[in-house]
């Protein structure tokens, strides 16, 4: 699904972004808006929570540098989604390893969401 990520883009099913994505486990690509660029609050995560995933995956940047709150981290926590948080081009592995595990299992579509930030 994800093809490559590098500093500052990202290209998914044949298509370069060059701003922050979230992608869908139907393979729908949405824009991803932060208030602050360093920091993952709860409003950011709600739109990817609104479509009940089974994971939420956030990559915080090249470096690692946008942080998730602890307030978030307990959110998604208490809505019993399991959540995984790495630096983009390891979160975007993992997006990719579990939707291809999924395709792998006959009738069975993990509800799996990533959120990533493409710089930093």
């Known amino acids: 699904m994800i ?11 044949g298509k370069t ?10 393979g729908e690509v949405l824009e991803w808006w932060r208030r ?7 409003e950011e995560v709600k739109r990817a929570i609104a479509q009940n995933p089974e994971i939420i995956i956030i ?35 993992t997006f990719n390893i579990i939707c291809q595990e999924s395709e792998a299992e006959v009738g069975k579509q993990n509800k799996v969401i990533g959120l990533f930030h493409l710089t930093c």
């Open 17 to 26: 972004y060059h701003h922050d994505v979230e992608v869908r486990w139907t």
């Open 59 to 93: 990559g915080t940047g090249e470096a690692g540098i946008a942080k998730v709150t602890e307030e978030t981290k307990k959110f998604i926590q208490e809505k019993g989604i399991k959540f995984i948080i790495d630096k983009t081009e390891e979160a975007i592995k």
């Open 3 to 13: 093809e490559e990520y590098k500093f500052g883009s990202i290209t998914i099913n």
């Open 36 to 42: 602050e660029s360093h920091v993952i609050d709860i």
